[in-house]
């Protein structure tokens, strides 16, 4: 692409950002140029990559000018927010919530790695739903590693894989999914019926996050009104 727009094209190497012992720490280097001890608000050692891609970046357009200080970089970077890439929600007295549009075979192995690293040993219950243009085998394979149960959703669009062929898919793994009338209905069910210690996610397409936020308040209402 860089050679077809005749444009510069700058590689980041492996060795050009480390990790720290921290989570979600790292230090930054690029030959002379080298920032220690940045901080990601974004979780997930992908996101690292994508900082360290965006600090070299910020190099090359300082060549032409721009002022940009360590200091508006490390702002920059805890300010950073991206809604449905691992977005944890907390409400008091219910269950974590996780969103993540991991809707392909990378993005879904990312979410689960993430999920590793910042809840070892724990086990989540997992409710899905993605659109039918997905590598679909794929982008589920990693999810028994983590799931204490699944439910798979139907979404609310024409493009929504069928739940039954998913569970096919998940089944090949031992798993038992649960397929469900609704994206909501499943949230729902599983918000009000777990304790606050336990966790869920809601993950695949972008229409089943953006479903989950768009009824969050009905989801969230029915323990309300039990107290």
Request: net charge positive; glycine share 8%; proline share 4%.
């Amino acid at each position: 692409a860089a050679k077809e727009k005749k444009a510069p094209l700058s590689v980041l190497g492996k060795n050009d950002f480390s990790l720290n012992r921290k989570s979600f720490y790292f230090n930054f280097k690029n030959g002379d140029y080298e920032i220690r001890n940045l901080i990601s608000s974004l979780p997930g050692r992908h996101q690292i990559i994508n900082a360290a891609l965006a600090i070299r970046a910020i190099e090359l357009i300082k060549k032409d000018g721009y002022k940009i200080t360590v200091s508006d970089i490390r702002r920059g970077l805890k300010r950073t927010e991206w809604p449905g890439r691992f977005q944890l929600l907390k409400e008091k007295g219910y269950p974590s919530v996780i969103l993540d549009v991991g809707h392909n075979p990378g993005g879904m192995k990312a979410m689960v790695h993430c999920f590793r690293e910042l809840f070892p040993k724990r086990k989540a219950d997992i409710v899905i739903g993605l659109v039918n243009t997905k590598d679909l085998k794929g982008s589920v394979a990693a999810l028994p590693a983590i799931a204490r149960s699944i439910e798979i959703a139907r979404l609310e669009t024409e493009r929504s894989a069928d739940p039954r062929v998913i569970a096919r898919y998940l089944k090949k793994s031992g798993i038992r999914p649960v397929i469900s009338a609704s994206l909501t209905a499943s949230a729902r069910k599983l918000v009000n019926s777990r304790s606050g210690d336990d966790i869920i996610i809601i993950c695949g397409s972008h229409y089943g996050v953006g479903e989950f936020l768009a009824n969050r308040k009905m989801i969230y209402e029915r323990k309300k009104e039990r107290k």
